[in-house]
Every structure is written in C-alpha cells, then in structure tokens.
C-alpha cells in the first residue's frame, strides 16, 4: 500500500469511497499507533519480553492493519513525547515507507560476514581463554552492524572523528571490528605479557580505550576513539561528552545544528541496566542542549539484554523500557530486535541522519540477549533457569541470518575462524604490551609522568602590560547599562590593576585569564554560579540591567584571542566534573576549569576524581590538566559548608599524579593559575579556594606581587628572624595565627604557609626551617579536625624532614569528628578562639 506523509494525513479532505477509511478516521488510527505502537511491537527475539499492546490500538480495517505493520514490528518507534512538529512528521515519514532508504555497500553479505566475525570472535576466545572474563557481545552481536550503518551514514555527512564510550561488555568487539584494532593485539591482554611493565599500573583489557580507523566503504576514513572506561557504569557518558565537545572546537564548531556538528560524531554504548539505574547518566542527558555543553546530538546505544548481572527488567526500572528515562527530553527513541538485522541497519541509519539534521540525541535500544553469565564465569542457570535453558537451544545470530538470506556461510566461518585462531598465535609471541591507544598530535608538546625542574616557568607579567589588560577589563560596550554595584566594583578594579588598592582574588583571577588569553592560552571555566562565583567575588558575565544581556569582558580583549568560555553549569557536579575532565583531555593547551559552589560538593562526583583525574593516567597513560576549584574553609557555616575534604585528595595523591595547593594570597593564586597553564606539564590540579578571605586585606596582595616570578610553594615568615617556634599551616588559618601572633605582641613564633600540599615541597620547608636555627620545635596547624585535613599527611613526612635537626614534630587540631563541623556559628567561634590560642601556648603532643 502507498505511504501517506502526516502532512497527507493530516489534510481535511473525505474519501467516500467504500471500504475505504475516512482521512479524519485514518489520521486518528495513525496517531494512535504512532503514539502506542510500540508497545505492541516484537521486540524480544527470545519472547520472554512479550508484546503489551496498548487498549488505544484495539483497532480494526486497513488504516489499522497498515499502522499496526509500520509500527508494531521489529521496530518500535516512540517519538510523540517529542514536542517539535517538523521532528516527529519527520520520523513518521521514515516510518511510514515500504521503501526505507538503506546504506549503500551494507548488503546481506556484508552484514553476515560481519555477524560471522562478531560472534566467531567470542567464540575462539572462549575456546582458547576458557574461564577467562571477556564480556562477551554474544546475544546482541548486531551492534556491530549497526554501528556500520551508522558509521556510514555520519561519513556522508562529512564526519571525520567519532567518540565513543562504552562499558566492558562487548568492547574487546568493538576494538576490533569498529576500531579496527588487529586482533592480537586485542586479545594481547589475555597472554597479559610483560607483567613487570604494569607493577601497580595498567587496566584490565576491558577497560582500556582504543584509538584506530574505520573506512567507510567509499573509503572515506573516520578517526575512532573509544573512550577507557571503569567499571563504574556510565562514568564514561559524561567524559566520551566533553571530549567530543573539545574536538568539536578544534574544528571551529560548538554544537549548534549549522552542518560543522556532523565533523564529530559522539555514540555511547549503555547496558540496560545502568542506563535505567545511574543518575549520572540522566546527569550527562541534561547537558545535551545546554549551550556550554552540547555536542550537536549524541546516538546513545543500549546493548540491551534484558537482564543486569543477575536482575530482571522488572526489578531494575519501574518504567516498561529502561530507555524511558530519555523521553524526559526531546529525544526519540527506536526499540528494536537485535535479530531483524534488516530492521537493526535501518534503524542505524535513521538515528545517523536524525542526528545531523536536528542536531540532537537520539536513542537506539538493540533488544537482545546474553548468551553466558555476566561474566564467562559465572553461572546464570542458578538464577534464570527458565531463561537460559531457552537461551542454549537458541541458533547464533549469524546462523539465524544466514539462513534468513539463503546463504551458505560455512565457508565464510572457517575461514574467520582460521584467521582469528592465528591471530591468536601471534598474540602469544608478544614480548611487550602493544599500544591500543595514541595521545593525538597535539598532546606532542607537553609532559605527563614524573615531575621534573626543567618545567617551571616564569609566571610574572610586567605592570605596564597588568594595567592595559585591567583597562580592558573595565570598559563594557556603548550603550551597555551596568549595574550600580558593578559600576563601583569596576572602578575598584581599575584602581588595583593601577597599583592604587591591592588586588583582591576575584580580579587576581581576572588578572590571570587576562593575561594567559592574551598570550595564545584558551580558557573555559564552568561551575556553579561561576560567571557571578558563589561568594559575589567574580562577576566575570556582566549582565545589562535593562536588557539582561550578557557582556564578558574576557572574551573581549582583542580580535585576535583565542576562545574564552565561562558558563554557569547546571546544578550537577558527577556529569560537570566529567564533561571538563574530557574536555580538558583533548585540549591540552587550555586552562580548563571546573567549579564547585562549595567545596564538599564535589563529593557528589567522587567516581569521576578517583577513576578519570587521579588515577587516569595511571590506569592508561592518559593525562590531563583540569583543575578543581573547590572553595574551603572552616567559618561557622556548618558541616556541609565548611570542609573541601583535603584528606581525601591527598590520600588519592601519588607517583605525581596531580597537583594539592590552598594559596592564602590573590596574587598566588595569579601565579599558580599562570603556571598550571604555561608549564608544559599536564597534570590535574585542585585548588582549595577560599571564601571569607576573598576580599581580606591580609589576603589581597600589592601590583608588585604580580611580577614577582612565581609562585611559591612555601612562603616562609619575613617579620620575625631566629624564633623560637616554628608553625606550618595551609590556607585561611596561616592569617588566623598572624593576627593571633599580632594580639599577643610575640617576636618568637615564625608562621610559614604551606601553599603546595602536593607534592610537598620539601626542599623549600627544610631551608625555610634552616633561617631559624634556635627553633626548638615546629607545630602543624589546621582547622580540620584531626581525622581530617593534611594532618595524616603532612605531619609524619615533616617529623622525617625535621628529624636530622633534632626537631619534635607537634600538632594542633580541632578533636576527631564524624561531622566536619559544627552547626553553631557561636561553638565555632569558641572552638576557633581555643584552637589559636594552642598553637602559640601548647608543647603538649598531638
């Protein structure tokens, strides 16, 4: 039967003619499938998951078995959530065909040779590896064709790289078949050669990422990254996101739907089970429209087997579909049998073409099953007898296929076999690791790994050049109408970058973003409230007060500049952190920044500090130069507002994997800022930030400490020479214990200011110790209670470093707390009175 558009259908024209639906009555049919047809559609190839048509498609005629054919399949395509008229007329239209475009060069041969290759994979690893974790793909082998189709179709439309993020089930495929890695070098992880190379380092095979070609069958080439990946589910989504976001800015585009979004293609691999469960991916969803975050549109897959580890769909999501999640948006989302492969490459190409043309997510949910248990060792019959009884009786998908087609794909398989089963040899003579993944060429000009000297650099800026970026800082287009208060701010700014007022932190920062974007270095901040900062100390977007519009003094300091991005981020800090981390990955010659509005908040994106930005590099060799700005400081604002959580930073600190600083002065900050960017060595740093010292006199530093040449990792005690007692602290409380010093009129008690945690600067400590050769002891200080802040670091390795000077090694610390801190302003203020007054009056031990 001819296809009618909705557009035809939706015209009010009247058929009489008998037997022949009336178009009024055609198009409400119509709607309702399209609405509820998925619920009826064959979607389980094993039939456990057994269609639940909807009462509204009760329907009898022509109109009616028509839809119920478009509909109710092996595809099910829910798109009426969507609100944008020309998107579901759209989809409907590639619904409603009976000639659906395909992808040209995907034939049944092509797809069954690369079924037989998919599924034959699996099995020569399990033949040789037996009892080895693989993860196999074996149940929904269709993704690799479907990633072809995919593939082929984003090469039409100009796309030259493409991000991917998965999980471990069925990556090892992946690598192979859509990466295009050899496949020994894959399996290579399975000899697990060279141990003594990965002593405490390295990744299981299922979880390192993979870089590599795909050529498309008109031979246009597709740069792939598979993105590495921990086992925490859906941590990937958010880091595969901002990776694309960077690559995407490389190539001149920021995501908008004006054709240069095709260049870079995102696809994300989900299991069922994590992509109904894990908040971060519903995190990672909400970024996708979002101006500061969006990538064009991102195909998101879910390798459905309708089964978590050991649970059922029904114990996993309340909802019928795991993909429900993503009709929270406009997004739409086609179900389909993973054994229709017909259905499968079709479906590919739609979701291929809907993402360039409207430039938005789209869900693929490829329904199949799980041959083996969530691992090869594990046994599934335990918990789902019925289910795997059925699923050992049923034939390999490519048999399944083959047959479908009238091919004879014995000769096919032997041949595959053959040649897997020698790749397999040659993974046995490996002597070395091979590399599965390769830092791009602009990563060629900075260092990762261990520290060394060489790297510092100046970071000092000439006072003339400060006051012609604070003059352009200052100045806001014609006509643009500020608001009273920023007015003033702005002529208190003028004043500092003119050395007539010390410099504050907010326009230290300013100061430093100024300068590094003035020298070629691209700059993106995001965060909570960043573009104001959550303590009214930034105010880096002007907003006209008549207007609202948004004016960004940074991203205008000359025509010539590169891109200057800050954003407030929404109100999410696991799929933000991530985002940055990734973006920050392919970037390397930006300052990257990511903001917590307080610094506890960045305990919701725990995964992503201790999987991607602390042991990252580590794990795969993939560095990075994030930074963290998490505001701390103990000021009677309560448990939840007070404590960064330095312990647990530090306790993830090793082998230089990042960078721990707490600057207590505007103009450090400046130079740390300033040197994280102009340092060829790439490491994640976390900077505590302060709050109340914002603005403090004490904390606010002179023009001429801004040419000074670097930043210090220890700043060592000017005012007072030979003392008696030595006190080390970190950030706020070092001003604390000077004006406490001040109050008691004592000349014997240096106070050093330890502005580098990690690595600790100990060459830096032991001369500052040795201006002081009649101390009799050194006293640690800090805020924190003593089950947290650097206490547990710190202390032992100063006794190590005092030692050969015969130095006792005290402590003065608020007592072991499960809280932070206290509720009560009033409590803190006797807890801080009593803490200060120890450090200059106690010899007792810690």
Known sequence: MARRSTAEAAAPTRDDRPGVAHRDDRERIFDAFRRWGYYGANLDPLGFFAPQPHPDLALTGDAADEARRYYCGTIGADFMHVPEPERRRWIAEQIETDSPAGVPGITPQRILERLVRADLFEQVLQARYLGSKRFSLEGVTALIPLLDAILETAGEYGAVESVMGMSHRGRLNVMVHTACKPVHEVVAGFEDVDPRSVLGAGDVKYHVGATGQYVTLKGKSINIHLVSNPSHLEAVDPVAMGRARAKLTRHGANGRNDGAHNKVVPIVMHGDAAFAGQGIWAETLNLSDLEAYTVGGTIQIIVNNLIGFTTRPPQEHSSRFAADLAKRQSVPIFHVNAEDLDAVVRVGRIAADYRAKFASDVVVDLIGYRRHGHSE??????????????????????????????????????????????????????????????????????????????????????????????????????????????????????????????????????LAMGSLLLE?????????????????????????????????????????????????????????????????????????????????????AQVIVDQFITAGEDKWNLPSGVVLLLPHGFEGQGPEHSSARIERFLQLAAEDDMQICQPSSAAQYFHLLRRQARRPWRKPLVVFTPKSILRHPDASSPIEAFTQPRFLPLVSDREVQDAKRILIASGKVGHELRAERGRRKDSSTAIFSLEQLYPLPRAEIVAAVEQHPNAREIVWVQEEPANMGPLFYVVPRLERLAKSKGLPVRSVKRSASASPATGSAKAHELEQKTLLALAFTTTAGA
């Open 377 to 510: 060792v594990d046994d599934p019959t335990i918990t789902q007898p019925l289910l795997y009884e059925r699923i050992k009786n049923h034939p390999q998908l490519w048999k399944i296929y083959a047959e479908h087609i009238g091919m004879d794909a014995a000769p096919v398989a032997e041949a595959v076999r053959a040649e897997y089963e020698r790749e397999q040899l040659e993974a046995g003579k490996l002597k070395k690791i091979p590399r599965l993944r390769r830092l791009p060429p602009y990563w060629s000009a900075y260092h990762h790994g261990c520290y060394d000297p060489s790297y510092e650099v100046d970071t000092g800026v000439p006072r003339e050049r400060l006051a012609g970026i604070t003059d352009k800082l200052v100045r806001t287009p014609e006509g643009f109408h500020v608001h009273p208060k920023i007015v003033k701010l702005l002529e208190q700014r003028a004043e500092m970058g003119h050395g007539k007022r010390a410099v504050d932190y907010g326009f230290a920062e300013a």
């Open 520 to 604: 070629g270095t691209p700059v993106r901040l995001t965060g909570q409230d960043t573009q104001r900062g959550t303590f009214n100390q930034r105010h880096a977007a002007l907003v006209d007060t008549q207007t609202e519009e948004e004016y960004v003094p940074l991203a205008h300091l000359a025509e010539s500049q590169p891109f200057c991005e800050i954003h407030n981020s929404p109100l999410s800090e696991a799929a933000c952190l991530g985002f940055e981390y990734g973006f920050s990955r392919d970037y390397p010659e930006a300052l990257v920044l990511w903001e917590a509005q307080f610094g506890d908040f960045v305990n919701g």
